[in-house]
């Protein structure tokens, strides 16, 4: 079965400053990968997903933007953050018709 | 446009009563269904999914759900409630042509001693 993991953790980055949260899935090749945010402990909103190296659909217009270099690998990038930002970053894989799984999710607080 | 709700912010039980976490849902054509559960701080684990066959779908930590598509409902259920159970429980339905997650607002779900 695949594993997710989600890097880092927390963090903690002041107005205007750049992002990168990393994900990286290990179990399984080729699979959908997904990018949400939780704002308030409630709903999840999804940001971009990916169907394959270099295939970025974004969802919702905003400050961010996704990147997959490697089948594995997808990354959630800011050039500036805004305080709207801030929230718990979930990256998601799906390989088939089968259900999304999900990394521990990075909690992202901008000041 | 598909979409699930779950009409509940917060369901409160008591430990060892039996619980109903309600979610409906509206597509077109048959649904795929899920029920995922989220502990504070952690990512969302899955817990049951309805695709097809038997409307009563068993799934982990003793959670079953059952899909009625006349009522158009996907309640989450478990005999007797644990402490351990309270968490946010989203539902879900995937969209059939993207294969996108559509989930609810979530659930809250209180099981006091």
């Known amino acids: 079965s695949q594993t997710i993991h989600q890097w880092p953790a927390t963090l903690v980055q002041p107005v205007g400053s750049p992002l990168s949260l990393e994900c990286t899935v290990e179990?399984?090749?080729?699979?959908?990968l997904y990018w949400y945010r939780q704002a308030a402990g409630r709903g999840l909103q999804l940001l971009f997903y990916?169907?394959?190296?270099?295939?970025i659909s974004s969802e919702v217009p905003q400050n961010l933007s996704a990147s997959r270099p490697q089948d594995r690998q997808f990354i959630l990038s800011s050039k500036k953050l805004l305080l709207s930002d801030s929230g718990f970053y979930l990256c998601?894989?799906?390989?088939?018709?089968?259900?999304?799984?999900f990394g521990p999710g990075t909690r992202l607080t901008v000041t | 446009a598909q979409s699930v709700a779950q009409p509940e912010d917060q369901v409160n039980v008591a430990e060892g009563n039996p619980l109903t976490v309600k979610c409906t849902y509206s597509?077109?054509?048959?649904?795929?269904l899920f029920w995922y559960v989220q502990y504070p701080n952690r990512g969302l684990q899955f817990l049951l999914k309805?695709?097809?066959?038997?409307?009563l779908v068993k799934g982990s930590y003793g959670f079953e759900a059952e899909f009625n598509k006349s009522q158009t409902s996907f309640h989450l259920k478990k005999p007797s409630a644990l402490v351990s159970d309270s968490a946010l429980y989203f539902c879900?339905?995937?969209?059939?042509?993207?294969?996108?997650?559509?989930f609810g607002q979530g659930t809250t779900l209180q099981v006091k001693p």
């Open positions: 998601a894989c799906r390989q088939g018709y089968h259900e999304q799984y």
């Open positions: 179990g399984t090749s080729n699979p959908n």
């Open positions: 990916s169907v394959g190296i270099g295939q």
């Open positions: 597509v077109s054509g048959n649904p795929y």
């Open positions: 309805y695709i097809t066959g038997d409307n």
């Open positions: 879900a339905v995937r969209d059939r042509s993207t294969g996108k997650l559509i």
